[in-house]
C-alpha cells in the first residue's frame, strides 16, 4: 500500500504555470512508476503524463507535451508536474496515480492521492 497526497494547485491566468506535487508514503515509492491524470468536469479521467521508477523514461499526452514535466525524487519519496504555458482547456481536478508501469489507461493505476484543483482563466 501506498498514500498519495497532491499539492500545489490553484487559479492561474492563461499562460501562467503552477507546480504540482505529489508526496508519497507507506512502500517504498522507488518500486512504483508513477503518473498524473486529470479530469474536467463531465469528462472521463485522462492520462496527463508518466515516469518510469529510474525516472529516466517519461511519457506526455500530446496535448500537454512540450509545455508539462514530469519529475521525481526517489530520495524524496515525491514526484512533480511543472506546467507552463497554461490554457483554459487545461482546467480540471489534477490526480497523482502509482502503480507497477506506466499505462495512459487510468484503470491500470492502483493508487491513487485526492486530486488537486487546477483552474486556469482566460
Known amino acids: 500500500q501506498v498514500q498519495l497526497v497532491e499539492s500545489g494547485g490553484g487559479l492561474v491566468q492563461a499562460g501562467g504555470s503552477l507546480r504540482l506535487s505529489c508526496a508519497a508514503s507507506g512502500r517504498t515509492f522507488s518500486v512504483f512508476a508513477m503518473g498524473w491524470f486529470r479530469q474536467a468536469p463531465g469528462k472521463e479521467r485522462e492520462f496527463v503524463a508518466g515516469?518510469?521508477?529510474?525516472?529516466?523514461?517519461?511519457d506526455y499526452a500530446d496535448s500537454v507535451k512540450g509545455r508539462f514535466t514530469i519529475s521525481r525524487d526517489n530520495a524524496k519519496n515525491t514526484m512533480a508536474l511543472q506546467m507552463n504555458s497554461l490554457k483554459p482547456e487545461d482546467t480540471a481536478v489534477y490526480y497523482c496515480?502509482?502503480?507497477?508501469?506506466?499505462?495512459?489507461?487510468?484503470?491500470?493505476?492502483?493508487?491513487w492521492g485526492q486530486g488537486t484543483q487546477v483552474t486556469v482563466s482566460s
Open positions: 515516469i518510469r521508477v529510474s525516472g529516466g523514461n517519461t
Open positions: 496515480a502509482a502503480g507497477g508501469r506506466v499505462s495512459r489507461s487510468w484503470s491500470q493505476w492502483p493508487y
